[in-house]
């Protein structure tokens, strides 16, 4: 299609939007394609659980950037068109439509998709999931005053939603297989104050419980539960997880190692392709290499503006801390680093009653730090413990655990 | 010509910090710099309308607790994705350590 071989971004979400407009900052003039699934221009996805859900009028999505702003950027935007091959022998991408688009250097965004649920049952095929806007309007409308919501799944997706829910006025339970909510990323205190506060609202929250059927009777739907009981919904919802979206790179023979591997440069097994966002898995520098994949909106934004330098050559290794947020309710909840990488947690008991809980490694070294408050309460305090386990700092636990002693001061006593 | 409002006392805010201040319904985030310099910017952020006075300030620049969007505080310019669009200034003056804010 296009002579001049370009900068090719597959993927309109977060990362591929982001790094479409950073290869324009880094000073690419050249032909530059995004190729985008849905038939939006990109839109930001966290409202689609939160903000959007609790409306009481359904919302267009929140765009990035709207057609104009990728006009006038010179970004090519190709929507409602899937990639379906590279030819990495000839460096092109094949599109659903047959089209080719040459490229000098691919970014693979393609994200990731709702895990689907295996349930048994006459009405599995009734279970929905939520990972776009069309995703959130069909589920927003379901959620009427009183309406029954079962969601199965007691994860970040399945919580904001259950939250999102009750706010609307409907009759919530959550049914969650581990024995605590979220426990693929948070700490325990931190699952049972959500928990706390799910219950305050009334959602009927159960752990260590498991789905073993679904049926339907007449309009509703029927969870058989591993308990024994049944559960009478009107709208069932699962949130189980994500997986990424590999298929494009696994056609193309690319390594993919839980998500299309990619090395510290954001580079895949093909030095001209690259993956960025919740399709790849790469090795973080401050977790000792350790092999990771992230599904969140800043790791999508900031992979998408590293790659799109690296695709330019900037040769930069991508080591950027995990740093992750969720809304319920009046409550916010902040995660920063790697929670399961910390041998040691120390505790600092904020005088307004906030907890903020950091983990340090063997070494001394700040891992991670989480917290939980209403608003925006805990979003400085994990933003410098961010900065500091991006220094690779190794604050002493009793300077932590003070509450007088300012995290700021520590970061700028520089490095130890 | 502004209107000058009373804001807050300059012992208010510590260094390197910002409070929050309203007047008429109206939403503003004043700073104090580490040089003891103050300033005045639109109370909110203006990629989504999140309170900039929850967030981080250093080095010049307030930084959204949400989404991370920056801004130099002393110019109200933004600071890269995802802010795109600057935030509004307003001039400020001191008088017997009280801080005023000009309102047009």
């Not at chain 1, 030095?271 to 969140?296: K, N, Q």
């Not at chain 1, 700040?366 to 500091?388: V, W």
Request: proline residues 6%; hydrophobic residues 40%.
């Amino acid at each position: 299609m296009s002579a001049v071989p370009g900068m090719v971004v597959v993927g309109g979400g977060e990362c591929g939007a982001r790094a479409a407009f950073a290869l324009r900052e880094a000073g690419w003039s050249g032909p530059l394609t995004l190729v985008g699934a849905e038939a939006e221009p990109p839109y930001e996805r966290p409202p689609l659980s939160k903000s959007m859900m609790t409306r009481s009028h359904a919302s267009a999505p929140a765009t990035i950037c709207d057609t104009g702003m990728l006009r006038s950027a010179g970004i090519d935007f190709i929507a409602g068109t899937t990639a379906t091959d590279i030819d990495r022998d000839n460096h092109e991408i094949v599109l659903d439509h047959g089209h080719r688009i040459a490229y000098r250097r691919l970014l693979v965004a393609t994200g990731a998709t709702a895990r689907r649920l295996p349930l048994p049952g006459a009405a599995a095929d009734g279970v929905r999931y939520l990972r776009s806007h069309n995703d959130a309007l069909a589920l927003w409308a379901r959620l009427w005053p009183g309406a029954r919501i079962g969601v199965i799944g007691g994860g970040f997706i399945g919580l904001e939603l259950a939250a999102s829910a009750t706010v609307r006025g409907c009759a919530v339970t959550v049914v969650e297989l581990a024995p605590q909510l979220m426990s693929r990323g948070a700490t325990a205190q931190i699952a049972s104050a959500v928990a706390a506060r799910h219950e305050q609202a009334g959602v009927d929250v159960r752990c260590g419980t498991g789905v073993v059927r679904m049926d339907r009777r007449d309009e509703a739907m029927l969870l058989e539960l591993t308990t024994g009981e049944t559960l009478v919904c009107d709208t069932v919802v699962a949130g189980i997880g994500a997986m990424p979206e590999t298929a494009l790179a696994q056609k193309a023979g690319l390594a993919v190692d839980n998500g299309v591997r990619v090395d510290t440069r954001l580079t895949t097994s093909d030095p001209d392709v690259f993956a960025a966002g919740d399709c790849c898995s790469w090795p973080h520098p401050l977790y000792g290499g350790r092999r990771i994949r992230l599904e969140s909106w800043r790791n999508a934004q900031d992979q998408g503006s590293a790659a799109a330098r690296n695709m330019l050559g900037a040769d930069e290794p991508f080591t950027t801390v995990p740093w992750f947020w969720s809304d319920q309710y009046d409550l916010t909840l902040h995660i920063a680093g790697l929670p399961d990488a910390a041998t040691t947690e120390v505790v600092r008991r904020r005088p307004d009653g906030v907890e903020i809980r950091f983990g340090l490694g063997a070494d001394g070294r700040l891992l991670t730090a989480s917290a939980i408050g209403t608003g925006n309460t805990t979003a400085q305090d994990i933003r410098l413990a961010e900065m500091l386990i991006a220094r690779r700092a190794t604050p002493h636990p009793t300077t932590l655990a003070d509450p007088t002693a300012g995290l700021k001061a520590l970061l700028k006593q520089g490095p130890h | 010509m502004p209107e000058w409002i009373a804001a807050c006392a300059v012992d208010d805010i510590d260094l390197e910090d910002v409070i929050p201040f309203q007047h008429d319904g109206v939403d503003y985030a004043i700073y104090r710099s580490p040089q003891d310099e103050f300033f005045a910017t639109a109370g909110y952020c203006t990629h989504e309308r999140m309170a900039l006075c929850d967030g981080l300030v250093m080095d010049g620049i307030i930084e959204c607790p949400k989404h991370n969007g920056r801004f130099d505080y002393t110019t109200g310019k933004a600071a890269g994705a995802p802010v795109l669009v600057d935030l509004r200034t307003f001039p400020v003056t001191i008088e017997d350590g009280t801080v005023y804010i000009g309102i047009e």
